[in-house]
C-alpha cells in the first residue's frame, strides 16, 4: 500500500540535503526570534525601566541592561500613587465584568444551543446584528441610559454598575460560547433529559463541566478587557476615589518622575499576565470535555 505522504513547500528529500537544513533552521531561529522580540519585548523593556533610574532611562531607552537598579521605585510607587487602592479598584471593576459577562455568555448560549427556543434564529441573528455597531456610536446612548435606567429611574453614575452591567452584554462571548456548545455531544444532553435533569440541573451538572476550555477562554477576554478599558470607566466614574488603575496612572503621570510613573504601569501589569500564564492549559486542552464524556 503506498503510504499518504504530505507534502509541504519542501519535500521530505529536500528536507534531506543539508544545504536545506540549514537553510529552514536559520529561517526558522530567526523567525523564533523575532517573534520573541515583538512580544515580550515592550514587556521585558517595561520591568527593566521600572527598576532603572529616570536619568539612565532617558540616556540609553533602548539599553538591554541596567548599570544600575533601583528597587525603591516599586515601593514608591505603590505609595505616591497609591496603587494599592486603585489595584483594587481594578480589581473590582474586573471581577464584577468578569462574572456578568460569564454569566450572559453561559447562559445565552446554552438558550440559543441546547434548549433551541423556536424564535432561537431571529434571536441568534440579533445578537449576531450587534457585532456591526460600532461602540463609539453606543457611547452616548449607553451613557444617558447610566444616568436615567429605565423604569426604576436610579442613576448609576460613579458606582461600579455602571461598568459591570454593559460590560456584561457581549455578544462577542455569546456567540463564541454557543459555537462551543453546538460541539458538545448530544447524546449526554438525551441521556441527562431521560435521567429527570431539568434545565438548570443540566446546565449545572453537564454543560458547565464540559465547558472549562471556553470558560478559561471567555474568563481571560472578560478580565483583561475590564482591566484595560479606559473610555467607559473615565466616562462612568468621575469620581478619583472609584477609577481604576487604566483612568488613574494617566491623570497622575504629569506629577510623578518617569522612572516612578513606569513602576506603577509594571506593577498594573502583572495581574493580566499571571492570569493569562494560569489560564494559557485552557486555551489548548480539552480536558473538560474527556472528563465528562468518560463520566
Do not use: C
Not at 456548545?181 to 454543560?207: K, M, N, T
Not at 518622575?257 to 492570569?275: G, K, M, N
Request: no cysteine; aromatic share 10%.
Amino acid at each position: 500500500m503506498a503510504a499518504t505522504i504530505e507534502r509541504g513547500i519542501v519535500s521530505a528529500h529536500d528536507r534531506r540535503r543539508p544545504s536545506v537544513r540549514t537553510s529552514l533552521g536559520v529561517l526558522q531561529g530567526g523567525l523564533l526570534i523575532t517573534l520573541v522580540v515583538v512580544g515580550l519585548g515592550p514587556i521585558l523593556w517595561l520591568a527593566k525601566a521600572a527598576v532603572t533610574p529616570t536619568q539612565e532611562t532617558l540616556r540609553e531607552p533602548l539599553g538591554l541592561f541596567p548599570t544600575g537598579i533601583d528597587w525603591a521605585n516599586l515601593a514608591t510607587a505603590w505609595n505616591r500613587a497609591e496603587i494599592d487602592h486603585y489595584f483594587v479598584n481594578t480589581l473590582i471593576v474586573a471581577l464584577g465584568a468578569w462574572f456578568f459577562q460569564i454569566l450572559v455568555a453561559t447562559t445565552g448560549g446554552y438558550v440559543l444551543s441546547v434548549l433551541r427556543p423556536r424564535y432561537g434564529n431571529v434571536i441568534f441573528g440579533l445578537v449576531l446584528a450587534t457585532l456591526f455597531v460600532p461602540s463609539v456610536v453606543l457611547l452616548v446612548p449607553l451613557y444617558l441610559t447610566i444616568l436615567d435606567v429605565p423604569i426604576v429611574h436610579i442613576s448609576l453614575l460613579n458606582t461600579f454598575w455602571a461598568v459591570w452591567l454593559p460590560m456584561g452584554a457581549s455578544a462577542f462571548n455569546v456567540l463564541l460560547v454557543k459555537r462551543f456548545f453546538d460541539g458538545l455531544p448530544r447524546e449526554i444532553f438525551e441521556a441527562a433529559r431521560v435521567d429527570g435533569a431539568g434545565p438548570f440541573r443540566l446546565l449545572w451538572s453537564i454543560v458547565l463541566p464540559m465547558s472549562k476550555p471556553i470558560l478559561g477562554v471567555v474568563s481571560v477576554f472578560a478580565v483583561i478587557a475590564a482591566w484595560k478599558d479606559y473610555l467607559w470607566p473615565l466616562l462612568v466614574l468621575p469620581d478619583p476615589q472609584n477609577q481604576p488603575l487604566s483612568v488613574r496612572l494617566p491623570a497622575i503621570a504629569p506629577y510623578l518622575e518617569l522612572d516612578v510613573f513606569l513602576a506603577a504601569l509594571a506593577i498594573s501589569t502583572v495581574l493580566p499576565i499571571a492570569l493569562f500564564l494560569a489560564f494559557q492549559r485552557l486555551f489548548l486542552s480539552g480536558a473538560g470535555l474527556g472528563g465528562a464524556v468518560k463520566g
